[in-house]
């Protein structure tokens, strides 16, 4: 790879690192071309990214990014998991590792803060941002729900017992 590549590379990888809310680095032992595949649409379909990485080039691009942290994590055949969305990484890349031997998480960065393997897989198990807004809006609606059910109740009493009044003077 020529000179000219190396540093367009290494600033697209430097915008990822600095873009990324969430990057999840891991070794890739024998990927065969369809896995990678699959896992890139996986990735993809959550709105993450993956990409194989030379180890000196992602640690020059790390230089001053939030993730500088992960700088020693660069060592072997490794791969950068990234995404906006600070769980869908993780996600994917901790779902895939468990059926998959050959890729094996290292660890990760959530914004300025590094995490080990025990952190990625908790953040990987944490519910999904839109379900998290689903639950929410669910408790939003479940006490006015119920407070109309017991403001209705007693006008619905109060109907039956005229109803029960007047069929007993139609009789």
Known sequence: MDRAKKEGLVSTLRQTFESMQLVVVAHHNGLTVAEVTD???QMRDAGAGYRV????LARLALDGTPHAGLMELFQGPTAICFSEDPVAAA???FDYANRNDKLAIVGGGLGERILDLKEVETLAKLPSLDALRGKIVGLIQSPAQ???MVLKAPAG???RVLGAYASKDAA
């Open 39 to 41: 896992l890139r649409q």
């Open 53 to 56: 990485t030379k180890n000196r």
């Open 91 to 93: 996600r994917v890349a």
């Open 146 to 148: 119920k407070l109309a």
């Open 157 to 159: 009493q109060m109907a």
